[in-house]
């Protein structure tokens, strides 16, 4: 295309006013201006677009044809701006956010209830996986940000973390559990050391912390069950399997009711902080500046748009 859209525009204008004195006014410029852009035009197609007469100017059958096709082009162009607006207007946007499985039914959901309550034209996308899987996504651009927690190497060096809480690990276990293994003559000390234990799949982070702790305390653990997600360990628990790590904040109501009671451990597993994570050096969209408002709203985002 050798001509710009504005000389595409000028043509556009001048057919539809039919002259080229009122295409002028309305495009806040001078006659000279028109008839040269509409020469050059002509010039460069090779044809007359405009035949003169007393009352202006119409098209000739080569400008009908060209006529056609740049109002379809400017109609379209119209159609978009308008949509712009609009999705300005609405607050529409697009929002891609990575997390665990665990941390997304427990911690992530009650968020998005009231985001989304609050800017329902916003569009979320959630892609449930490893938290390494995560920032490997993060650092691809695949992902806006994504919920995980502090303490692992990757995100201490590369992504910016936005704390939101602390979570605790504990072990649980129903009573009738601990009363078997009382009746074969385990202590109160050595449960963890001679139960059947429920811990989640060696690939995730949560349980790569707990094999940590067990190894930095010298429990050796003889029978072990693995699991994909925390819902599992919890209801393995519950029906006697076994003794399984979970987290307190995600098993609050069995511990009150008494359905799971928490193992006693000579030395306390350390708290985690869990938040979101992202690059620090990102373009935030006004869908990524609209959430981390809503999550910290006291705290102020940095436009970097």
């Known amino acids: 295309m050798e001509q710009t859209l504005s000389s595409y525009y000028i043509f556009y204008t001048v057919a539809d006013c039919g002259k080229i004195s009122k295409a002028a006014e309305k495009l806040y410029i001078s006659q000279p201006a028109v008839s040269k852009s509409i020469q050059k035009l002509e010039d460069s197609l090779g044809c007359r677009l405009f035949l003169r007469n007393s009352r202006g100017v119409i098209l000739t059958e080569e400008g009908r044809v060209l006529y056609t096709h ?10 978009g701006e308008e949509k712009v607006r609009r999705s300005i207007e609405l607050g529409v946007g697009h929002l891609k956010i990575g997390v665990s499985s665990t941390l997304c039914r427990y911690v992530l959901l009650p968020y998005l209830k009231d985001f989304t309550a609050k800017y329902p034209h916003i569009n979320i996308s959630i892609k449930c996986q490893s938290t390494k899987e995560t ?7 695949k992902l806006d940000l994504g919920l995980a927690g502090l303490g692992n190497q990757e995100l201490a060096h590369t992504l910016h973390f936005d704390y939101i809480s602390d979570i605790e690990d504990l072990f649980v276990a129903t009573k009738q559990y601990l009363y078997y293994l009382k009746q074969r003559g385990v202590c109160d000390n050595q449960i963890l050391q001679n139960c059947s234990l429920i811990l989640l799949d060696k690939n995730n982070i949560s349980r790569q912390y707990i094999d940590e702790y067990l190894q930095q305390n010298h429990i050796e653990i003889q029978e072990c069950i693995d699991a994909s997600s925390m819902d599992l360990l919890i209801e393995f628990a519950k029906i006697n399997l076994g003794v399984a790590c ?4 995600f098993i609050e109501p069995e511990l009150a009711e008494g359905s799971l009671v928490e193992i006693p451990l000579p030395v306390p597993i350390k708290k985690r902080s869990i938040g979101f ?3 620090p050096e990102c373009r935030f969209s006004q869908s990524m500046e609209k959430f981390l408002s809503f999550i910290h709203p006291d705290q102020r985002i940095p436009n970097r748009n």
């Open 135 to 141: 920032l490997r996504l993060i650092q691809e651009d």
């Open 277 to 279: 994570v992202y690059k």
């Open 70 to 79: 740049v109002k379809s082009a400017i109609d379209t162009l119209s159609i």
């Open 246 to 249: 979970v987290i307190r904040q």
